[in-house]
T-cell receptor
Framework: GAVVSQHPSRVICKSGTSVKIECRSL??????MFWYRQFPKKSLMLMAT?????????EQGVEKDKFLINHASLTLSTLTVTSAHPEDSSFYIC??????????????FGQGTRLTVV | KQEVTQIPAALSVPEGENLVLNCSFT??????LQWFRQDPGKGLTSLLL?????REQTSGRLNASLDKSSGRSTLYIAASQPGDSATYLC?????????FGTGTQLKVEL
């Protein structure tokens, strides 16, 4: 299947600082990528849909000024957690769909980023 | 609003046993249904994708079925192995978005 690479896998930051997470589609172009958040022993919650060359679409209750999304190319989307607080500590996962591949609309996921704000 | 439920939440079986994981959804107007595996602290690995026009998909020891009219999907794992231990998530695809179930935590014991 297609490969989605997410970096970093783990990050610890101080409260009040900003953290950037990268999501890359390695062997296909993704006009749309998705950012999820997962709490311990919970399922994935969609935060926003990242659209190449345009503004991201945020889900209800997600602060767009806090979770900045940039999708500047067909293979890269970034999520920046601004002014991070301990309650932002979570597991963040990105996803992309290979619409041109054999498995139409199959979603592939990155390895996830464990963010800990201290 | 789509709601996806998975039963059981946790399952422990001895090695070699065949098992079935269940996934139910409230809105049958889906494009597809996808099963994933998640190891602790890791991302999701796609296992099987069933398009809305399909009834089932098979990959190795895995077989997933889809019954849209009843809002149900099952993932069948044959001859389970300790390496199958993980959390299994189903997700329905409606347009661009995926709606995830709550997951089934599987443990296969020696």
């Amino acid at each position: 299947g297609a490969v989605v690479s997410q970096h970093p896998s783990r990050v610890i930051c101080k409260s009040g600082t900003s953290v950037k997470i990268e999501c890359r589609s390695l062997d296909f172009q993704a006009t749309t990528m998705f950012w999820y958040r997962q709490f311990p022993k919970k399922s994935l919650m969609l935060m926003a849909t990242s659209n190449e060359g345009s503004k991201a679409t945020y889900e209800q209750g997600v602060e767009k000024d806090k979770f900045l999304i940039n999708h500047a190319s067909l293979t890269l989307s970034t999520l920046t957690v601004t002014s991070a607080h301990p309650e932002d500590s979570s597991f963040y996962i990105c996803s992309a769909r290979d619409h041109a591949g054999v498995n139409f609309a199959e979603a592939f996921f990155g390895q996830g980023t464990r963010l800990t704000v201290v | 609003k789509q709601e996806v439920t998975q039963i059981p939440a946790a399952l422990s079986v001895p090695e070699g046993e065949n098992l079935v994981l269940n996934c139910s959804f409230t809105d049958s107007a889906i494009y597809n249904l996808q099963w994933f595996r998640q190891d602790p602290g890791k991302g999701l690995t796609s296992l099987l994708l069933i398009q809305s026009s399909q009834r089932e998909q098979t990959s190795g020891r895995l077989n997933a079925s889809l019954d849209k009219s009843s809002g149900r999907s099952t993932l069948y794992i044959a001859a389970s192995q300790p390496g199958d231990s993980a959390t299994y998530l189903c997700a329905t695809g409606g347009g661009n978005k995926l709606t995830f179930g709550t997951g089934t935590q599987l443990k296969v014991e020696l």
